[in-house]
């Protein structure tokens, strides 16, 4: 494609400007065109819970569109998945751990190329963890959380183009 589209050049400028994200592979046309959508996400620690103030950050990276995509499949099969995965913009991941009570949380933020978008991924979250712990979550609003038949509190809030997750043991 970059040889295709813009000869022995298109080549030389991939190497000087190689993608960034998996979403600039996934969607050669969008590298190409420099029209891939990068936002930052929301501070994940919006989505701390008040009992977790003590936690400190063991981790933090971003999954980019194909993990998104993958983590979305078992719920959604492969092709629906990499729908609501082609919207992404921009996500970043925490892992705290509790020094005292050595539990963890993790959080996830997620930015979308638009509020549809978000929505869409929001939907497929829901419908995803589901399907995953087999039942369904309390709504509230533009918010889901799943805290039966697994050991973990999951909440799913949207909010205009974001999507925050918190995984709480």
Known sequence: LLRTDGGYQGIDRAYRRPPQTTAEILH????????????DPPDPLKGLPPEAADYN???????????VSTWLSPGLMPVPASQVASGWAGDRLMLLRSPAAGKFICL???????????KRFFDGVEKMLTARF????????????????????????????????????
Not at 57 to 67: A, L, P, Q, R
Not at 108 to 118: F, G, L, R
């Open 57 to 67: 950050e063991v981790y933090s990276d971003s999954f980019g569109e194909f993990v």
């Open 108 to 118: 996830w933020s997620t930015i979308w190329i638009d509020e549809p978008a978000a």
């Open 134 to 169: 087999g039942a369904a979550p309390v709504r509230s609003g533009d918010s889901a959380i799943f805290t039966a038949a697994h050991p973990l509190k999951v909440t799913v809030t949207r909010s205009g183009d974001s999507v925050m997750m918190s995984f709480v043991e």
């Open 28 to 39: 050669p046309d969008r590298y190409l065109n420099n029209s891939v959508v990068l936002k």
